[in-house]
């Protein structure tokens, strides 16, 4: 699976929008994009995932580049809730395991 | 309706014993997976089931380690001859299929290990 590059952590404000990139120039054409997150002191938690369009759920957007070499996670309202850490990770049909990076820390303030 | 359980939830022992960590997957899950998370790092791949076989055991990362799941549910991650190096929190997984692409897997909260 191809490798993912997000920052190491970010901070938003309660109540505003927030935008997670995560960079992955090597995708192939038959990689999803998924994202997790991780509350502290729990297992990671699907937030969406997507594969060339643009998603929405009731978590979250998942907006992909045209050339699909980077995407971003938005959150619209950030909530205390949402402080995390948030994962960006790639599978394609094959592969099986999810290989998780460091993800990207969000800390919420009030 | 439940999601995926985890026994115990911590455990601590010594040096050189013997643990074993259980796993319930959601029903009907007939993929299931292990993952190790060290503190600060992201989850590790340790090994994946397809019904009662495991399908892919290569994130196993030495002999100690083996996992079963003899009726295709319940899964046991056994750790022989614990070293302080194993201390981690030890999750599980599960997902209603074992492709993978778009599936979504479900975690459990985890079993924290600490090796004395």
């Known amino acids: 699976d191809a490798k993912t590059t997000q920052p190491n952590s970010m901070e938003s404000n309660e109540e505003e929008p927030v935008h997670l990139p995560c960079n992955h120039s090597?995708?192939?054409?038959?990689?999803?994009i998924h994202w997790y997150r991780q509350l502290p002191s729990q297992g990671p938690e699907y937030v969406i995932h997507?594969?060339?369009s643009n998603v929405n759920n009731r978590m979250a957007s998942l907006a992909i580049a045209e050339d699909r070499k980077s995407s971003t996670l938005i959150l619209h309202r950030a909530t205390l809730r949402d402080a995390a850490v948030y994962y960006c990770?790639?599978?394609?049909?094959?592969?099986?395991?999810?290989?998780f990076g460091p993800g990207t820390r969000l800390s919420v303030l009030p | 309706g439940a999601g995926v359980s985890q026994t115990p939830s911590n455990k601590v022992t010594e040096k050189g014993k013997y643990v074993e960590l259980r796993c319930d997957p959601i029903?009907?899950?007939?993929?299931l997976y292990w993952y190790r998370q060290s503190l600060g790092q992201g989850p590790e791949f340790l090994i994946y089931f397809q019904g009662t076989g495991a399908a892919d055991d290569s994130g196993l990362p030495n002999d100690r380690f083996f996992a079963v799941r003899p009726e295709g549910s319940v899964s046991t991650l056994k750790i022989q001859r614990t070293e302080r190096g194993d201390s981690a929190v030890y999750l599980c997984?599960?997902?209603?299929?074992?492709?993978?692409?778009?599936?979504?897997?479900?975690f459990g909260p985890g079993t924290r290990l600490t090796v004395t």
């Open positions: 090597t995708i192939s054409g038959t990689d999803y």
């Open positions: 029903s009907g899950h007939t993929a």
């Open positions: 997984a599960s997902s209603t299929n074992g492709g993978g692409g778009p599936y979504e897997q479900y």
């Open positions: 997507g594969l060339t």
């Open positions: 990770i790639l599978r394609d049909n094959y592969g099986q395991n999810f290989v």
